[in-house]
């Protein structure tokens, strides 16, 4: 627990620092807005966190979007032309083709049904919320707000926002599972299913069946082209097409954890109740944590920046947190075509041919095609066949992390039920406690009902595979105060066993991260008789490897008459799984199991047409075709793998094993996209690291990373602990901070706390935060 320590202390002095302030330092601004109703206050806490006080909801949330335009308008900007199909009227003609694709994916159907999807009060806070930000970005036209400097590097300007975007918006939302339909496909026809169980393990236990009428071979290697491009970041410069495998691996890496504990195995007597998402990292932060007052609203938390509210934290009586819990919410569809039509149930039906313009800078308009079935948007077509999705996207009250809206006035077990019932995307653990001592968790997420299939695979569009509408209220698990004590998630499958639930006749999911966050957490807080915060805050950071025990555990007994391969092997023989920085064997570990281990595997089990769709393929399932086989047959694949992986190091760190350690690789170094567009001195202000970090995809605290630099590329974006009923004692870290500014100080402030695996204070109460206020800033309507 070294880097944690060291970043507690460093935490601890930061707020110590502030309270030793002398009273009333905090910088005090006045604002007139237009658009405001009614006089309000907003004070940011030392750590760039917004606290804003309103009279009114209304202007809670109005304050909200002027706010988050004030820290992060590049980013929501960006984030809206994107999810809109409207890069290119900003940034010129390298994004028709993006824009195309995002507007396949908008939501296209009735906004009344929309709206009255989402909790009653929901319509005002996001009709206020887009007010918000359109009254800053009418500051920023008339100077009287600077123009971010991101904007000036694209030579372009903010656009206004309509409140109905924010919901059509779907693709920044998490659904599963189509990429993996389309890798299963290509990898049957190449290896035939055994071929696919060493590229993607299968839980509950299932049997594998291509379904009657599909031939896996007729789908083409690029038929998701417009969904990747839908759905990824925007670029700036030429970037290398990613393999679907490359875009499997990115976004299998997007989880989280999230626990739950008891007042009974609490040392204060109150629930605990912890959270941290796993998404990219990066520069700015994914996340943005806000605090809003207001007659009937008081919530503080994070969320994504571009919506109102907040998506996981607590209001006065109830906390809540979330975690994918992986529920099927995708298809695709394979059809036989004539032109511009469709086999379906015998006859001939015409594809929806939706004919839009595309705005672009310096440039006529282009005028683009979008076609549709009944199952939803082409994505791929030829002369003989064509590709479409049904996705949950298609459907009212779908916007991403939008339910958390009934949430925020969630009083009683019974609200947060509701609030499950009426979840959209993306499917979710979501975790519960309140001051009044409940706990619990309950799985949430609009599920499809697939009455003759298991949603594995693509399937014909004929008619003969349809959606037999969702699974009704009720129908996902869920456990109300649990015996043990506490619930925890991390993305493993954890549906409840035959009879208790029945997984087979449901199909909710069947791929599921690697159980080994999972397994450690259970086992530090099935420790604990009592946790405390710093319990869950050090969990949070924990970087104990259960899978690298488990992949450790294979080499017993193994010798090699190469001596840096004897090594490897020693320190690997005696190592306990931890992933620290100064650690060697974590070094050797994660490059020979994710380089190399499952080419090697590959090669020995799959016929050679599969083995590039199998690629490295993850852990889990090659440490279980390993664990099946013969010592005498695993044995030399895990030798010759191992000399690999030493050879790769040897190249990367020197020869010199004693100063092998996993932080010389393994680097936190964030620099936006927008940065190639930049001068050396702009771009060094806009980045931040390296700094060494631990951990990895395998441990509690999540550290994804790029298999060619090494540098982190996705974890916990955010960190919550919660003190149910005594909010004011909960921590938080966001990274690198709270700003979109590179000019700020709460841009990079929070950087290396994060990295440190630190904390500062969420303060909750009016006096707390006031003694940590950085500035306070009253708003008053304009006249």
């Known amino acids: 627990m070294r880097g944690w320590l060291i970043g507690l202390m460093a935490a601890a002095a930061l707020a110590g620092a502030a309270r030793a302030e002398a009273p009333g330092s905090a910088r005090h601004e006045q604002q007139a807005i237009a658009g405001l109703s009614q006089s309000a206050e907003l004070i940011v806490d030392r750590w760039g966190v917004p606290h804003i006080y309103a009279q009114s909801a209304r202007d809670a949330f109005f304050l909200q979007g002027w706010n988050a335009a004030r820290d992060r308008l590049w980013q929501i900007d960006l984030w809206r032309k994107r999810g809109l199909g409207r890069l290119s009227a900003s940034l010129g003609p390298a994004y028709v083709a993006q824009d195309r694709a995002a507007r396949l994916f908008l939501y296209r159907g009735d906004m009344a049904a929309e709206w009255a999807a989402y909790d009653p009060q929901a319509r005002e806070a996001v009709e206020a919320f887009a007010a918000g930000v359109n009254a800053y970005v009418a500051q920023v036209k008339a100077g009287a707000q600077p123009l971010p400097v991101e904007f000036k590097l694209t030579h372009s300007q903010p656009e206004a926002w309509n409140p109905e975007d924010i919901l059509r918006i779907r693709s920044h939302a998490l659904v599963n599972n189509v990429t993996s339909e389309v890798a299963r496909a290509r990898t049957v026809c190449a290896g035939g299913v055994a071929a696919d169980a060493l590229r993607r393990k299968l839980a509950p236990a299932h049997k594998l069946v291509v379904p009657p009428g599909l031939d896996p071979c007729v789908v083409p290697a690029d038929v998701l082209k417009d969904y990747v491009l839908a759905t990824e970041p925007v670029s700036f410069g030429k970037t290398a097409e990613a393999s679907l495998a490359q875009v499997i691996a990115e976004r299998s890496a997007e989880g989280s954890n999230n626990w739950v504990i008891s007042a009974a195995r609490s040392a204060t007597g109150r629930p605990i109740l912890a959270n941290d998402p796993h998404r990219p990292v990066g520069a700015p932060s994914l996340r943005y944590i806000a605090h809003l007052e207001a007659p009937g609203l008081s919530i503080i938390g994070a969320g994504e920046p571009a919506l109102p509210g907040v998506s996981f934290g607590h209001n006065e009586t109830a906390a809540f947190g979330l975690t994918i819990f992986y529920i099927d919410q995708e298809d695709l569809y394979v059809y036989e075509t004539r032109g511009d039509t469709y086999r379906y149930k015998g006859g001939w039906e015409p594809m929806k041919l939706v004919r839009e313009t595309i705005e672009v800078k310096g440039e006529a308009p282009r005028q683009v095609e979008l076609r549709f079935t009944r199952h939803g948007p082409v994505l791929w077509q030829d002369s003989a066949h064509a590709f479409a999705i049904r996705t949950v996207w298609n459907e009212p009250g779908l916007s991403g992390y939008f339910g958390s809206s009934r949430m925020w006035r969630a009083k009683s077990w019974d609200d947060f039920q509701t609030a499950r019932n009426r979840w959209g995307a993306p499917s979710l653990n979501l975790v519960y406690a309140d001051t009044h001592g409940d706990i619990g968790w309950s799985a949430a997420g609009r599920t499809p009902v697939r009455p003759n299939w298991d949603g594995l695979m693509p399937v014909p569009g004929d008619g003969r595979y349809e959606w037999k509408g969702f699974l009704e209220d009720g129908g996902l698990p869920l456990a109300k105060n649990p015996a043990a004590g506490f619930f925890a998630t991390a993305n493993a499958m ?124 993850t852990p889990d399932p090659l440490l279980t075709w390993l664990e099946a086989a013969p010592p005498a047959t695993r044995g030399p694949i895990l030798l010759a793998s191992l000399a690999d ?87 938080a870290i966001n990274t690198p901070g709270q700003s979109g500014d590179p000019q700020s100080p709460h841009y990079r402030d929070l950087f290396p706390l994060w990295a440190a695996g630190a904390y500062v204070p969420l303060r909750y109460s009016r006096a707390a935060v006031e003694a940590d206020a950085e500035t306070v800033m009253t708003l008053t309507p304009a006249r």
């Open 645 to 731: 992986a030493v050879a790769e190091l040897k190249g990367r760190l020197g020869p010199d094993m004693a100063t092998w350690t996993w932080g010389r690789l393994h680097h936190a170094r964030f620099v936006p996209a927008v940065a190639t567009l930049a001068d050396k001195e702009t771009t060094a202000q806009m980045s931040l690291g390296p700094l060494e970090v631990p951990g990895s995809a395998s441990t509690p605290r999540a550290a994804t990373y790029s298999m060619t630099s090494f540098d982190q590329t996705a974890g916990a974006s955010v960190r919550l602990v919660m003190d149910v009923g005594a909010w004011d004692n909960s921590m």
């Open 494 to 617: 954890n549906i409840p066993a035959e009879p208790a639930y029945p997984r087979e006749a449901r199909k909710l999911g069947f791929e599921w991260a690697d159980p080994t966050r999972s397994i450690r957490i259970h086992e530090v807080l099935g420790a604990l008789p009592k946790s405390t915060l710093a319990d869950s805050m050090a969990l949070q950071t924990d970087v104990t490897s259960p899978q690298a025990r488990r992949g450790v555990a294979l080499l017993a007994g193994l010798t090699s008459g190469d001596a840096d391969v004897a090594k490897a092997l020693a320190l690997l023989q005696g190592w306990n799984g931890r992933e620290a920085t100064d650690s060697a064997p974590a070094a050797i570990y994660e490059v020979w199991a994710n380089k190399h281990l499952g080419r090697a595997v590959a090669a020995a089990a799959a016929p050679e047409t599969a083995r590039a769709l199998i690629g490295n393929s």
